[in-house]
């Protein structure tokens, strides 16, 4: 069964620094998400993609996040400078025109700030 | 703006009893909603959807809801309850398919 697979699992980095997330969504799949959790919080939206620009973003998804689909399939998230804040899961999910909006998460990628 | 709201943060039941996880929802259009099931140090699984079709809608692993526009509630059922059933339940609605809204969750503990 097609999945959508996320790397690397687990992120540690300093604050300031830059990270990218790695996401390859489910193959046929056109619109592209990413979520984030922090730790004992709900599951929040962070930006939606599609036809290779951003359909939609939430206010957290300032200026110091991007994304970007280099490749036609990779999809990744990147934080320019991070903060303690930005400590969470991040998954991504994909979905396809003919799959009733349902969404498919990857298995998450912990970044820890430190 | 569209909301879910999860009453019960954690809720407890024996092995073999009937399992029921509360959803409410605020949209100001046709919702689509959606429960998703999340296992320790995992991502998240979609247990089931509603999206305007039959208003009793049958998911995996026995789960079932029930879509009740008047009450404006999309509540999780299962009729008896499994072990392996213990994770984090979450309630999400989303507007014409597009970003999902969730709700703050609900632990399920299954004692045997």
């Known amino acids: 069964e097609p999945e959508v697979t996320q790397t690397p699992s687990h992120q540690v980095t300093q604050m300031g620094q830059e990270v990218i997330l790695r996401c390859v969504p489910i193959?046929?799949?056109?619109?592209f998400y990413w979520y984030r959790q922090i730790l004992g919080q709900k599951v929040e939206f962070l930006v939606s993609?599609?036809?290779?620009?951003?359909?939609?973003k939430s206010e957290i998804f300032d200026d110091q996040f991007s994304v970007e689909r280099p490749d036609g399939s990779n999809f990744t998230l990147k934080i320019r400078s991070t903060k303690l804040e930005d400590s969470a899961m991040y998954f991504c999910?994909?979905?396809?025109?003919?799959?009733?909006?349902?969404?498919?998460f990857g298995p998450g990628t912990r970044l820890t700030v430190t | 703006a569209q909301s879910v709201t999860q009453l019960g943060s954690h809720v407890s039941v024996s092995e073999g009893a009937l399992v029921l996880l509360r959803c409410n929802y605020s949209?100001?259009?046709?919702?689509?909603l959606f429960w998703y099931v999340q296992y320790p140090n995992q991502g998240l699984q979609l247990l089931l959807k509603?999206?305007?079709?039959?208003?009793l809608v049958k998911g995996i692993n026995g789960f079932e809801a029930e879509f009740k526009k008047s009450e404006t509630s999309f509540h999780l059922t299962k009729p008896s309850a499994h072990m392996s059933d213990a994770a984090e339940y979450f309630c999400?609605?989303?507007?014409?398919?597009?970003?999902?809204?969730f709700g703050a969750g609900t632990i399920l503990r299954v004692k045997s």
């Open positions: 999910a994909s979905s396809g025109r003919s799959q009733d909006y349902e969404q498919y």
């Open positions: 193959s046929n799949h056109l619109y």
């Open positions: 993609f599609y036809n290779n620009e951003i359909s939609e």
């Open positions: 949209s100001s259009v046709p919702p689509y």
């Open positions: 509603y999206t305007s079709a039959a208003t």
């Open positions: 999400a609605v989303s507007k014409y398919g597009n970003k999902l809204v």
